[in-house]
């Protein structure tokens, strides 16, 4: 009976540890979280947007858990968060200009690279630059860098 004692107080005991350990690490892996993401990125002065448009371009992007499982090489960018990018580019004054960097687009409709080369074109009347880059350009791809100052294709392509 004596032993019965002692292992019940020594549970009781380390189950009142636990609960007094547990919330303390908890709250200090939250508010190591909220602190980091706080955090403001600043953009220095003569900075360059770079426009990545090698994946799959879609209304509105949402975000896959999978994609790093399955390995897929395409991203997924949202019609909205470039359009968004591209005016903050504008209204930024440290922001010079954009490189747009042609890959391979998938999923695009005409009406979605038309707003996009729109986006650019008044990107571009704010005197800002705008340089395209491609390996190879695929017609819907050279209709949307077009709008670039300077056009530069990869000698192999």
């Known amino acids: 009976m004596k032993k019965f004692f002692k292992t019940t107080l020594a549970c009781m005991l380390a189950l009142f540890i636990v609960g007094l350990i547990l919330p303390i690490v ?4 939250i ?12 953009i220095e002065k003569n900075s360059v947007l770079f426009l990545d448009l090698n994946g799959v371009i879609e209304e509105r992007a949402v975000e896959n ?17 470039i359009l968004a990018a591209i005016k ?25 690279l038309e707003e996009i080369r729109g986006e650019l ?10 340089v395209a880059y491609g390996d190879q350009y695929s017609q819907e791809l050279y209709y949307l860098a077009t709008v670039a100052d300077k056009l ?3 000698p192999q392509g």
Request: hydrophobic share 40%; no cysteine; aromatic share 6%.
């Open 26 to 29: 908890g709250i200090s892996i």
């Open 152 to 154: 530069i294709l990869n």
């Open 31 to 42: 508010a190591g979280v909220v602190a980091s993401s706080g955090a403001d990125s600043t």
């Open 88 to 112: 903050e580019a504008k209204a930024n004054e440290n922001i010079k200009g954009i490189y747009l960097q042609a890959g391979a687009v998938e999923g695009a409709s005409g009406a979605s």
């Open 65 to 81: 858990p999978l994609a790093s499982i399955m390995d897929s090489e395409l991203k997924t960018y949202g019609l909205d968060e």
């Open 121 to 130: 074109a008044s990107f571009k009347e704010s005197g800002k630059f705008i």
